[in-house]
């Protein structure tokens, strides 16, 4: 279960991927298969055959993709171009000569680079009708909403019971004497839910009260440490020999928790903290990169990817949830998973002007 799980949140989760600013990771290049060459056969008797950049934890089932092609005579080729943030410098430096036909999983930490670049051919799919106007944070439909989740506290909800103490409802209930020493994030510099966290926290308290707050909880005996792996299966007591019952994880989380349990469970072991302002929204986008030279044939990909097929395959590839509200969620997710009202968020303006401000004030707060 820990390597399965391991493999589809650690980076998977939005997706989370996205954090790293470095470009010189090497690129993986795969042509879509499926347990027999089907898919590929049919790439090399399309027409056209479409390169979709993705960053590494990209994940969708073979026969999803094979069904695109099947309906499109239009074959697929997927680009695995780094982390979020290495896929998204190489389609910047690549703009006069673009290295794919379609771009997914640029999310909203990173989406301002990608306008600011002038990298996307706007395109208003018909499908967008779909999706809730919340997630559609660039009005020229340049760059599209195709999934998103939620970085949020998690708890493990035996050793709260056991141990007679309530848990934490919001990011305030973390300084209360009787969490001290119990929760574990990451450091933002390093982590993808790190930074997403401390996006949180900025949003939630404020540019004039955020550093207050990482102060209040390095006083409350916060741990830190470099990544998700480490927090979660390092220090978090649900799923190691860890000694903190509180982690910053994801929203997803918990279905996880079941999906991947080594046998049925009624409830799931672990619990997301979903108050107001307590978790932050990633949201991940895919568009047109300008350039290509098969927009049409890059518009149905783009339809195809907010399509049902598509988004009802995401949450148990992805673990994010799909950005098409009519997409039907698999059990265990509609069954297990908390979705916060008020999430915290940030204007993607706003966070690409301040991110590294914001991570290195953190670091003489938390760190030094």
Known sequence: MRKTLILLIVFSLFVLAACSDTSGQASETEQVEDGDTAVSD????????LRLMTHDSFDISEETLAAFTSETGIGIEIFKAGDGG???NQAVLAKNNPLADVIYGVDNTFLSRGLDNDVFIRY???????VPEQLRLDSENRALPVDYGDVCLNYDKAWFAE?????PQNLDDLLVPALKGLTAVQNPATSTPGLAFLLATVSTYGEDGYLDFWQSLVDNDVLVVDGWEEAYYGAFTAASDGDRPIVVSYA???PAEVFFAETELDEAPTAAVIGDGACFRQIEFAGILKGTQHEAEAQQLMDFLLSTTFQEDI???????????????????A?????????ATIPPDDIVVNREKWVEAWTNVVLR
Request: a negative charge.
């Open 252 to 254: 997803s989380s918990p």
């Open 124 to 130: 208003a799919s018909p499908q967008l009708e779909n």
């Open 335 to 343: 069954q297990f998973s908390q979705v916060p009202e008020n999430p």
């Open 42 to 49: 049919q790439n090399s008797q399309a027409a056209v055959t």
């Open 163 to 167: 141990n007679g103490v309530e848990p």
């Open 86 to 88: 290495a896929m998204l």
């Open 315 to 333: 949450p148990l590839h992805m673990f994010v949830f799909p950005a098409n509200e009519t997409a039907v969620l698999p059990d265990v997710f």
